[in-house]
């Protein structure tokens, strides 16, 4: 089997899982999907064996937050303790975060690819959540009355 038709095999295997018609990689080995409100973009990468799978956080706040948001992100990405063994970063020019996950091809337990995927996207949506709460103002109750 070739590292195409083995990535080919692990979107059937994640497609069945999710119940999401096909997901498969174009000819140049490249995806680019959504589930629910989060996006995703996975590149196989076949010289260094590789499937790369990058989905979008969310936009890194300004203001007050971002110091704070930053250290956050990478206290989780230190020693991957936060990213179920990614990498999260800050994309320079749009100031978007991404989580990345590699998978090395081929996999020897292919039938877990779902549920690393499924790790991948629950802690996207625990990152998308933790830096909208920081980009939200608290409100400010001081003026209200009861």
């Known amino acids: ?16 899982k999710l119940g999401e018609g096909s997901l498969s990689l ?11 409100n989060t996006q995703f973009f996975a ?10 799978i990058s989905a979008l956080v969310e936009q890194m ?4 937050a971002r110091e704070a948001c930053l250290r956050e992100l990478a206290q989780a990405d230190f020693n991957w303790g936060g990213t179920g063994g990614g990498t999260i970063g800050l994309e320079r020019e749009t100031d978007l975060v991404y989580l990345h996950q590699r998978f090395f091809l081929p996999m020897n337990r292919p039938e877990d690819f779902p549920d690393r995927f499924a790790e991948q996207l629950h802690l996207t949506r625990h990152w998308a959540g933790v830096l909208r709460r920081a980009a939200t103002p608290a409100l400010d109750t001081s003026a209200m009355r009861v």
């Open 43 to 52: 590149h196989l990468i076949e010289e260094t064996e590789t499937l790369l």
């Open 26 to 36: 174009d000819k140049n080995g490249r995806a680019l999907f959504s589930l629910g």
């Open 1 to 16: 089997m070739t590292l195409r038709e083995h990535a080919d095999s692990l979107f059937a295997l994640l497609s069945s």
């Open 61 to 64: 706040p300004l203001g007050p």
